[in-house]
């Protein structure tokens, strides 16, 4: 995706502040000094995401006849039942030129109907008419492959201006644009996954597919499907014809019959489309439960410092969020810097790979840092990682990882070899895969530790997390040696002043990039999570990610239909 100028949407103002910030100047960001405080922070901003495109977005919706996309969702999902939204953050701060898109202008989340489990995909009309940009595509395609990899229902709920024209490039040609998201369709079709369709609204061009494309489709009556919409059909062939006549809901039930439902209006049709859901096969219902954690999820505040400074000991984070006693320590004396365990979370079996914080020491009683990763521990992580595919159980990785340790040591220790070999045992598990970011996720560490390359299910991320190469600190000093090195070979001499306002430049631009909202607007987290709300988000994922696949999809010889 090509980058853009950032607008200024990135930070709300009037964000509530939290106890003891001290008082700032109205319309003034607050700036968090704790993890605590950022969390508080996130939500508020989160809150003003969640409005769409405002006031005068929803009184259109309203105008026309229509419900603003949260609230079809709501009269969509079992009610009290958890959703957990995926990609919230998208295109936060990322069209400057056009204002902002508020979460992409679409939502996408997973939520309860009929007590089954659906990925919903809802586009907000209230965001730039629900037209595609670019992170609506990544997003969309995002929500399919969780859906995919969970083997959830998808529920597309379809109000959409169809791609953004001036954007059209960045949207229509590439393997993963927008072609992908029909193309993912028809295949999850022909494997058997459940896909619905409900028209809402408008349906245009090459989105016109979708719900064509799908197990069931409903429209409402007053909504518009077509492949070209009135002004493109007298621009190409001279004809004039009402919107009605050229898409109507009468032409796709009764004249095509591409249509299963028609509904009078958005609430009729949302109550079809749960009948509809209710058809599906009875989920195996497995309540689970278990005792609550040794400490209190509260203490991870206590524990974590929001630039992941401080030392803190794994074991004591995870008796935060795991059942009480559950927690079985893997190769506990050997491969230190990382902590692997059985445990369980509400009941659910799975195994952690988590970096340990606190100085430990090897066998040669050589010390280890913490967030670094080691040879040994890439050996005994690698190991685990294996063990637990053997059996099938989910895997947690649990990340505040600054990269690899360098230098001779380890290089003859083989480092390069075991982390490959960790590497590949984490691409190839065929078990299911969660990361959860809680303070740094830094090179070659993210991808050792499952990284979004490495296809976890879903990847979370607590509020204070960097995404980067490597830290501000770190990127200023390496691009400032490699200029001083430059200038020395032409002859140029240094300029200290010029090489300190280059420094902070660099630094600061680096470190805005490893900001996880700038992360999550780009689709590189499924979402940002409160720290007091891990446990439940995490039960929630495992009941998921163990879903079993579906049977397969229809089959039959060629004939005509």
Known sequence: MKSRKPSSDGVATGERQSKGSGAKPAGQPVVP??????????????????????????QRQIRLGRLPA????????????????????????????VGS???GGVITGIGQVHGRPCMIVANDATVKAGAFFPATVKKVLRAQRVAARCSLPLIYLVDSAGVYLPMQDEIFPDEDDFGRIFRNNAVFSAHGLPQFAAIMGNCVAGGAYLPVLCDKILMTRDSELYIAGPSLVKAAIGQVVEATALGGAQVHSR?????DFVEDDDTACLKRLRSLVDLLPTPAVSVLSGPAPKHPVEHVYDLISLDSAGRYDARELLNCIVDADSLMEYK?????????????????????????????????????????LYPDAADKAARFVMDCTQTGLPLLFVQDVMGFMVGPTVERDGIIRRGAKLVSAVSNTTSPKITLIVGGSFGAGNYALCGKAFDPSLILAWPGARYAVMGGHSAADTMMSVRRRQDERDGRTNNEVELREIYNSLRKAYEKQTDIRYGAARGWVDAIIPPHQTRDVLANALSLVTRPPPTGGFRAGVFQV
């Open 70 to 97: 949260r609230q079809r969702i709501n009269l969509l999902v079992d009610r009290g039942a958890p959703f957990l939204e995926i990609n919230l953050w998208a295109a936060w701060g990322m069209y400057a030129d």
């Open 33 to 58: 000094a704790n993890l605590r405080e950022m969390t508080d922070q996130i939500l508020a901003q989160e809150a003003v995401l969640r409005e769409g495109g405002g006031a005068a977005g929803h």
């Open 255 to 259: 004249d095509n019959g591409t249509v």
């Open 332 to 372: 506990a004396e050997y491969g230190q810097s990382l902590v692997c365990a059985y445990a369980a979370v509400a009941g659910r079996k799975l195994g952690i790979v988590a970096n340990q914080h606190i100085l430990t020491r090897d066998g040669r009683g050589e010390t280890r840092l913490g967030g670094v």
């Open 101 to 103: 898109v508020a979460a």
